[in-house]
């Protein structure tokens, strides 16, 4: 009998409180007592850490709002947390890898809690891709307690959080409230009136709990001095796969800077292809 459950290889973080890489776990009144991880150990996972947390009912606005946010922060070699539960969490996960970033996903159960269908396929990625899952407990059972206890790790880890979507009774306001405590710098994204999941995201920034992530583009303007794929693409427009064989590197991480280019407008794509938008002389 074949079962479709998969249970990931998994160690015990020893002499966790003694390790600089999870010292801001150390800021939370109720630092976990014990940390298990699967995935390779690398301590320059934490060292710049991004929450995205949101809805469970994810939205096409939500999933756009991740689209748009997270090539930006991979670009910028920040780590992507969140909790893996399904909804902005698992797509922000996913995100992340598709566009060669690393991500943490931090559990609402034990770590040697069975994985099958799309769970096991997005913790496979995560692991694959240079990420972790980590949890406090070894074989506890998600229940209606464990994931709003599994929020404060979500946002000690980070120097910033970002509510995506939410509504007014929601577990991510539960991260928002403990961001302001730990006195991290929250953001939330704004959403229309008319939506139930902007309810909460709206009231973070009306009662000036949150500051608003408006979505506005990185001040960046980039040479090809800082970077050798504006200089191949001088000529004639290039597919992903093609300015890949030509750096040398690996598509997905030639796909993360393509999407921070077109999104500061230094690139078009058409057809699979990229095109600078001007020529820079420098």
Not at 38 to 64: K, N
Not at 70 to 95: C, L
Not at 100 to 110: D, E, K, S, Y
Request: glycine residues 10%; proline residues 5%.
């Amino acid at each position: 009998m074949v079962c479709s459950k998969y249970m990931l290889p998994h160690r015990r973080v020893e002499n966790w409180k003694k390790l600089p890489e999870l010292a801001k776990l150390t800021d939370l009144s109720n630092p976990p007592k014990e940390l298990y991880f699967a995935g390779t150990w690398d301590p320059g996972i934490f060292s710049s850490c991004v929450a995205i947390v949101g809805s469970r009912r994810m939205t096409d606005y939500g999933r756009r709002v991740i689209e748009k946010i997270i090539p930006r922060f991979v670009f910028e070699k920040k780590t992507i947390v969140s909790g893996f539960m399904y909804g902005v969490d698992q797509y922000a996960h996913e995100v992340c890898i598709e566009n060669g970033g690393r991500t943490i996903a931090v559990l609402g159960w034990g770590i040697t809690r069975a994985l099958e269908g799309t769970d096991r396929k997005i913790a496979e990625r995560i692991v694959s891709s240079g990420g972790l899952l980590l949890s406090e407990w070894k074989d506890q059972k998600p229940t209606l307690w464990t994931f709003p206890v599994r929020n404060r790790i979500v946002a000690a880890l980070s120097e910033d959080i970002i509510v995506v979507e939410a509504a007014v009774k929601s577990g991510s306001l539960i991260t928002a409230n403990i961001a302001r405590k730990l006195k991290r710098r929250l953001w939330a994204v704004p959403g229309a009136i008319t939506s139930r999941l902007s309810g909460g995201t709206n009231m973070l920034i009306g009662q000036g709990y949150a500051k608003m992530w408006s979505g506005d583009p990185p001040q960046i303007h980039i040479t090809k001095s800082d970077d050798p794929l504006l200089a191949i693409l001088e000529g004639d427009g290039l597919t992903a796969n093609d300015i890949a064989r030509k750096l040398g590197k690996p598509v997905s991480e030639i796909g993360a800077q393509l999407s921070l280019l077109s999104v500061t407008g230094q690139l078009t794509e058409q057809g699979g292809k990229y095109y600078l938008n001007y020529v820079d002389q420098n």
